[in-house]
């Protein structure tokens, strides 16, 4: 895989984590579904995927840690339900047709989630929903882990609608919970394939995370200065919509 087109796919892998880290996630539903579409043994796919969300958002989850932007007290109830779960769809078997289906339904989930609106100043108290959203990371967690994603995605537009905290808040949380959750996905996943497997993956993923590295590191210090964040969304949507899309139906 990685011989074929190591060129093509290292600069997939670089432009999607460029496009997520400058909104503030990993990408893992991505690397996943670009690797499946390469032909990688679909076991390998979220042991890869979940190494380069961990890289990717490791960063930024330490900016905003040092800048004071994390509400630990908050993040850390959803982080605490989410990380668990995680583990244990780590830990799931799951068919290959299973495998893929879900995961080209969580893209287009994805793209879709992307299009919601994000106020920077969202005024107004919190919803009643806001009390609740710690409960929505445990099915996040276990789908995360089960799939090889980080599951912040899907979490952050929910705290955005229950006014649960504000922007850059949230954005600390989801890049908080997508770290933990990948780190507890990535050792259930390990524990139910065996050494072996790991180390198959690894060697398939070196020129993929120095790539994720690169691109990452651009997302976070440079894209969102170029381009205005809602257009960064909108591309990142349309790459995730066509990724989905094509896994889904073979096109």
């Known amino acids: 895989m990685i011989g074929a087109v190591p060129v093509m796919l290292a600069l997939a892998f670089l432009v999607t984590a460029l496009l997520y880290a400058s909104v503030g996630f990993g990408g893992g539903s991505t690397y996943s579904a670009l690797l499946a579409l390469s ?27 040092r800048a004071g932007l994390t509400p630990w007290k908050k993040a850390g109830v959803i982080v605490a339900l989410g990380a668990p779960m995680s583990f244990l769809g780590g830990l799931t078997p799951v068919k290959e047709a299973t495998f893929l289906m879900l995961l080209g339904g969580s893209l287009v989930l994805t793209a879709l989630s992307m299009l919601i609106p994000v106020r920077e ?5 919190p919803t009643k929903a806001a009390r609740f959203m ?14 090889g994603i980080g599951g912040g995605i899907f979490l952050a537009p929910l705290l955005h609608l229950a006014r649960w905290h504000e922007a850059r808040g949230i954005a600390a949380t ?3 919970f997508i ?24 060697s398939a993923s070196l020129p993929l995370l120095v790539a994720v590295v690169i691109g990452g590191q651009i997302g976070s210090l440079m894209a969102a200065r170029l381009l205005p964040p809602k257009w960064i969304r909108w591309l990142t949507a349309l790459l995730v919509a066509v990724v989905g899309v094509r896994l889904l139906f073979g096109v």
């Open 39 to 65: 032909g990688l043994d679909y076991r390998l796919l979220p042991l890869v995927s979940l190494a380069c969300n961990i890289v990717v958002v490791s960063g930024s989850s330490i900016r905003f840690a």
């Open 121 to 125: 100043n969202a005024a107004g108290a």
């Open 134 to 147: 710690p409960l929505a990371a445990a099915p996040l967690g276990y789908f995360a882990g089960l799939v």
């Open 174 to 176: 989801a890049s908080l």
């Open 179 to 202: 770290l933990v959750n990948s780190l507890f996905g990535l050792a259930g996943q390990m524990v139910k394939n065996g050494p072996g497997l790991f180390g198959a993956a690894l």
